[in-house]
């Protein structure tokens, strides 16, 4: 089994002297290519802080993180923005897409920006397009169209590059009980299907419940994890709600 994702003693400290405050203490976990890996904890636990260093967004206080074999908080800056852009995907909550690009250049963006050949530009929007049914849309502007078509527009700009990993925060929380539904189905078949290695922040158990394991965080360790295995989604629903009762916090949805 490939490793994507390697972490070992990861600590983040904020704070100096007397105001210290540690987010995250010595942190280590794997990730097998091809997992759904879910993050969650109480308010505060540190889940996002955790996913922020992972996807080099920011940098751990010590500990060392691979990502397919790359060192990446050894990189510099210019190696680390060469890294994002041609391995990692993102996904945020609140989209990011940009309103002066139609929805096929904010897909298309990470490509142009590598100077990809536009034969296999051409290509992978018409893959991706027919994956997220959002062909009819390609010439609109994110304004234009909906939440959850914003949110698929902002999937398909994540994925275009065959990322290694894809980071998905909080990807539902500003979305519709069907619109949330329709990106974890698609997020799921891209898992099954492709073989996409996500890991998605989250404090819904619904969402939860699409991952083939759970991580839970609390005061910055990690508490505990779970794994679907042979179970329903269903039944994996019901044991991420046990486990958050007893870590002490977490919303829910019903299971649809």
């Known amino acids: 089994m490939d490793v994507v994702l390697e ?13 210290v ?16 890996v879910g993050i969650m904890g109480p308010s505060g636990a540190g889940k996002s802080t955790l996913l922020n260093i992972l996807s080099t967004i920011d940098v751990p206080t010590s500990g060392s993180i691979r990502i397919n074999g790359y060192k990446v908080n050894e ?25 002066t690009l139609t929805v096929k250049e904010n897909i298309l963006l990470p490509l142009a920006l590598a100077n990809a050949n536009p034969k296999v530009i051409e290509n992978k929007l018409k893959q991706v397009a027919t994956t997220f049914g959002i062909e009819p849309i390609l ?23 065959n990322p290694d990993l894809i980071f998905a925060d909080e ?6 009980s069907k619109s ?34 759970v991580l839970f965080i609390k005061d910055g360790a990690i508490f505990s994890e ?31």
């Open 75 to 99: 990189m510099n800056e210019n190696d680390l923005a060469d890294f994002r852009r041609d391995r990692l995907g993102f996904i945020f909550q609140d989209f990011n897409l940009l309103d």
């Open 171 to 176: 990807p539902t929380g500003a979305l519709d």
């Open 180 to 213: 949330a539904l329709n990106l974890l189905q698609t997020l799921k078949k891209l898992n099954e299907q492709e073989q996409a290695s996500i890991m998605m922040v989250t404090h819904d158990s619904f969402a939860a419940s699409f991952c083939s394991r």
């Open 21 to 36: 405050f540690q987010a995250l203490k010595d942190i280590n976990l794997e990730m097998i290519k091809g997992e759904f």
């Open 139 to 161: 010439e609109r502007y994110p304004y234009e169209i909906s939440g959850g078509q914003q949110q698929r527009t902002a999937t398909a700009r994540a994925i275009v590059t």
């Open 226 to 256: 779970i794994r679907r295995g042979e179970q329903s989604r269903k039944e994996f629903f019901q044991q991420v709600i046990h486990v958050l009762t007893v870590l002490g916090g977490g919303g829910h949805h019903d299971v649809i």
């Open 7 to 19: 972490v070992k003693k990861v600590s983040k400290i904020y704070g100096t002297n007397n105001h």
